[in-house]
């Protein structure tokens, strides 16, 4: 792989200094302009397919299902569905409001935030990177986009191609890794955001503590899976587990991490998973990750009934461990790789616990039940806390625009996708006109000193509330 | 006084395992806080005054209007609207989809910590209460030791109507609050001044608790030469002299046009001594400095300024007292310019264009609110395109606290996040999305599995391959 050249530290503050001017000249404000640069991206995706296909291919082994189902058909489809609902985004709201202030013409206005930069991962760069700067076109920002140098293909065709699509002024890519990223966290920006890991995140927030430059932060976490053998159809349910993991070798924030099930119903999960031998897996995307995973399986106490043989070019086959218990290495952390533990528990209620009580996985994305009961859909729900909560699938909430994607906890804050990356990068800014009139002056002459009994009696309404007796 | 600092972290402990055990969950719950709440704003309404009375010489009308008045109307019309705010949501998906159920749950976002500080100190320690309660959230609150009356009250009257396993008060100062800080929370909602908030966004950080920052800065007032002066004048005063100028949304400094100076001057002293006929000094209807500290800074920057103070206001260190002080032909590096008042002081800046005044403004960190007196919609338009602020109130000041429907929030070095009503609700609730898979629908999840066939690859490539409309740069 030939190393990629990294964007000069200088060149970095340049690209800063000119997307904070070509915001406040105004350029991005016109919803025209915001429509052009938005179709732009849904272009620079259509017309170069094979070339994106091949990055993936060359960074993570993808094959073309697996580029086009999460990353090329998605980034098409945000781009013209933001482009579908500009005008409703950004159209002031005029909240109803109470009879005495009705002639004050109260409007919340949506405000871009400014300049803001988008510092993406490496597990699913293309999608990470353009879904958020999609958010940042329509809400009028200027942006910066600093991909991983973990996925060198990628991030080398987006520094080519984003530039011949887009205004130059106004969006940008910088290359470079932890010495680069430490200087873009150095700079003033009206938003960051961030997809990656804890303690990457950790940084992030700090950096921009210091500028109090609001954050959105999609972390990791250990994204626990209960299956309720007593009432589900455990076949289907392996199955859907497995193709979540499966996914990018497991190398997703919202991969099913590890699954809790009852004792008695383990060994029902583990024959019902469909292994196929010729499946084109992606590959784990790194020498040290590949060594990581594969140390996991060797220390693991728990036992290896299915795959977990480490081939050729970082492949390693998706490997299912059983019996696993809380305080194994493969519970350490996030295992972000295609290894699938299996918790036996007594029940529900042990697995909740279970949750509770774990300070990395008692907050996380996705928390996949596999169960039709309501009553125990109910207890998870007030019981635990998570950025999402998914029945009976995995991986395959990630479509739906109208849910925010974002994280609870040590998962990160924040959200995006459709609206809510709109929301992200928007500052609702609140506006009212009062009346010079002499009817409303008249009405609020008691608010000026000095102040009256009359004024006193008249102010003090609120306080006479009637108090409901509940 | 100050709560022992061993003993925090296990107050919030106790807290989150309230929050654990789920008794913030009932709605029902939920709202009886909510009227407790209204309940101690009513009934302890008179120790509530004297207290401020006695730690900022607040006048009794103030406190009611703008304080105690509107958490009452808050915490009840929050209860209220509870039901429907708590709502899960089943948001409108493409037909596909339908059959998953897609669902937004609204859920609390745990055990939070708000810190308010010392100016508004009832209003802006539990407007945020509410919506942690409305939201299900346990809560400590951090009052401000600048306001030692007030504080030691809320320890004395919160736990006789709030739950204490739901909500505690922890009072204290430095270490008290770093100990506070050095703990995990899920939201922390910080009320005060940048340099401070630095700190906190920083603790912070390091467990990744998202959070609320409402800060300050100047906050300007724009006056169009067309507009009606005097009222201008009146209005603005007025927002100045609310607790003595100490409120972060106060008119910080105004900038006219040269030519209508001295008109504004004499239009301001005319109100002025409408307000206060015998001067400010010892009249009820005006606020004391909060300390002899800031108290010091304000006489100070007075020494220091460069313009022509037009209204001498009297000072009085011993009482912490200092009358409304109007200075004009304040230029640029002045010492009146050079932070956020926080204090009886008007500066104006007289500029010779109304370009002159958006260049100004521009070229200073964003305010929490932009002022600006004028009726010509051009002129409008033009400061809500080419400005940025929290927000932004045409015609009068102050008063957008009244709308309980606005967002108040600030931008860039005036802070992040927003409160009031439905929005600090929503400050202190998760939306957590949810969507359950039907058996039913293998047959068309087929094509995920692998291994990939060339079909399934076809099928997916189509929405790649979605119409683009025609569009010219």
New interface residues.
Partial sequence: MSSMKYTPKQHITEIHSRLSKTF?E?RT?PLEYR??QL??V??L??EN?DAVMASLKADLGR????A??PE??PM??SA?HA?QNLDEWNSPEK???EAW?SG?D?T??K?P??TVVNISPWNFPWVLTILPLIGAIAAGCTCLIKPSEHAQASAALMAKLIPQYL?PDAYAVCLGAVEETTHVLSLKW?HIFYTGS?SV??IV??A???Q?T?VT?E?GGQSPVFVDGDST?IE?AA??IL?GK?QNAGQVCVAPNHVFVQEQHQSALVEGG?L?S????ARVVNARHYERNKSLLFRTKGKVVLGGQAGQDLRIEPAIVTGVTLDDPLMEEEIFGPILPIIPVANVDAAISHI?SGQKTNVWITFHVSMHVDQLCSKV???T?????????TF??V????????G???S????YLGKYSFDTFT??????????DART?GF?QG?????SAP??EF?????K?K??D? | MATLVSTIPKVRDALQATFRSGLTRPITWRQHQLYQLARMAQNERELICDALKKDLGKPKTEVLMAEVGSVIERAVKSAEHLPEWAKTEYPKVADWQKSWKPTLYKAPRGTVLIISPWNYPMILTFQPLIGAIAAGCTAVLKPSELVPTFSQLLEEIVPKYLDPNMCRVVNGAVPETSKLLELQWDHIFYTGNGRVARIIATAAAKHLTPLTLELGGKSPVIIDSAYDIDLAAKRILWGKCNNAGQICVAPDYVLVQRDKQDELVKALQKHYNAFFPEGALDSPSFGSIVSDLHHKRLTSLLSRTKGKVVLQGRADAARRRLEPTIVMDVADGDSLLEEELFGPILPIVPVDSFKQAIDFVNARPHPLVLYAFSDNESVKQQLVSETQSGGIVFNDTFQQLAVNELPFAGVGESGYGNQVMKHTYDTFTQLRSSIDMPKEAEPYLAIRYPPHSEEAVKALTAAVYTRIPPSRL
């Fill in positions: 406040r105004g404000l429509r052009k179709l732009q849904a272009r995706v259509q397919v094959h073309p299902f697996e086009t189902l090329l058909g098409v489809s013209l482009v909240p109803q409001v202030r004050w109260t919340i206005f405000a935030k400014g205004d009206d804890v995140g950790r927030a700090e921009a503590a210091k109090l609001p932060l972390l159809n289907i199955k859907r193709w499966q469909p196929d010729s499946s084109e897996m509770q729900v007030q019981r806390q998570s950025g999402q909560l998914i029945i009976n699938e395959g909430q479509a739906v625009y109208e849910m925010p994607f974002g609870q906890g040590q990160g804050y924040g959200s500052h609702q800014r609140g506006y009212i006109n009062v009346p010079a002056e609020m608010r000026y000193p000095p102040y004024a006193l102010f003090s309404q609120a306080l509330t108090i409901p509940a």
